[in-house]
């Protein structure tokens, strides 16, 4: 049984920084893609940034770029999010998620690329 538990949210003002962790069990592959996503109310989730365990290549949202860095510790299975400069815009409810390489169609900010969420946790940053 796969998990992702995710943690590391809260509320800052614009400006601030936050780091998002995302603890992975029960995972039975050796490489998989990993996305952060994020959801504001009445809006699309959508993708923020990834990363392919396998070679470490990283993929951005333009909106995130140069503020945000993911990175992975293979050996503790917990993806992060370093998150920088924030802004109010990047309010919302913040995912991880995972699928291995076979099911992965190269969308890396499409939602319905991934297998494996967490449940999310909540970044809000005050004006």
């Known amino acids: 049984q796969v998990q992702l538990v995710e943690s590391g949210g809260g509320s800052v003002q614009a400006g601030g920084s936050l780091r998002l962790s995302c603890a992975a069990s029960?995972?039975?592959?050796?490489?998989?893609?990993q996305g952060w996503f994020r959801q504001a109310p009445g809006k699309e989730r959508e993708g923020v940034a990834a990363?392919?365990?396998?070679?470490?290549?990283?993929y951005y949202a333009d909106s995130v770029k140069g503020r945000f860095t993911i990175s992975q510790d293979n050996a503790k299975n917990t993806l992060y999010l370093q998150m920088n400069s924030l802004k109010p815009e990047d309010t919302a409810l913040y995912f991880c998620?995972?699928?291995?390489?076979?099911?992965?169609?190269?969308?890396?900010?499409?939602?319905?690329?991934?297998?494996?969420w967490g449940q999310g946790t909540q970044v809000t940053v005050s004006s």
């Open positions: 998620a995972a699928a291995p390489p076979w099911t992965f169609g190269g969308r890396w900010y499409l939602p319905k690329e991934y297998i494996y």
């Open positions: 990363i392919y365990t396998g070679s470490g290549t990283t």
């Open positions: 029960g995972y039975p592959y050796s490489y998989y893609f």
